[in-house]
């Protein structure tokens, strides 16, 4: 016997942020609601910045992080696994997965669809942009900060407060972002 409840569409709800965020937030979240994700694309550092630069892939550590979070199967798991030898060492297995789907797929959108049926996302997730830009700061004495990890890890100028941020090139917006946020209940 159906409940009433379950005769209702599910509130859309819009989850805009990084990885660790959808992480620890998706998983209650992914089966009452019609959860989206739309996650940034402009880190830098780390696992996906060493893999970023020579295949320009805007589909971030942070994509993956979301993927796995709302995966309905082993692959979001195991898309978490860091490598501790060899090359690969400190790389995340979905960081070359997303790496080698970009690679291979002449759109990114197409590449984000076939990863969306591999994880078996329950919800979406939505890179909020296509375009292969960095993130930059100027700081208050003009000092100008390249990338993502530039301005995030501690460095000599850590005291001096950021007077702008801009994306250079200037990001376009991934299909499907206005409307999404348009038809969300919550975001």
């Known amino acids: 016997m159906d409940d009433q409840s379950s005769l209702q ?33 402009f880190d830098n550092g780390g696992s996906y910045g060493r893999l970023r630069g020579p295949y320009r892939s805007p589909l971030t550590g942070d994509v993956r992080s979301a993927l796995a979070a709302l995966s309905d199967n082993h692959l979001g798991e195991l898309s978490e ?37 591999l994880y078996h996302v329950r919800g979406r997730v939505l890179p909020v942009s296509y375009t292969y830009a960095d993130i930059n700061a100027e700081l208050m004495d003009r000092t100008i900060l390249r990338g993502e990890s530039a301005i995030d890890e501690p460095h000599a100028k850590s005291h001096v407060r950021i007077r702008r941020l801009w994306l250079d090139p200037e990001p376009v917006l991934a299909p499907g972002i206005v409307e999404c946020l348009a038809a969300a209940d919550l975001i």
Do not use: W
């Not at 569409?9 to 989206?36: M, Q, S």
């Open 9 to 41: 569409p599910k509130k859309k709800i819009v989850f805009i942020g990084g990885g660790g965020g959808v992480r620890n937030i998706a998983p209650a979240l992914r089966d009452a609601y019609d959860f989206t994700a739309i996650i940034s694309t």
């Open 81 to 117: 696994y860091r490598f501790e030898r060899g090359d690969v060492e400190g790389h995340a297995f979905g960081n070359i997965l997303l790496t080698a789907m970009h690679a291979t797929h002449e759109e990114p959108a197409t590449a984000m669809e076939k990863l969306h049926q």
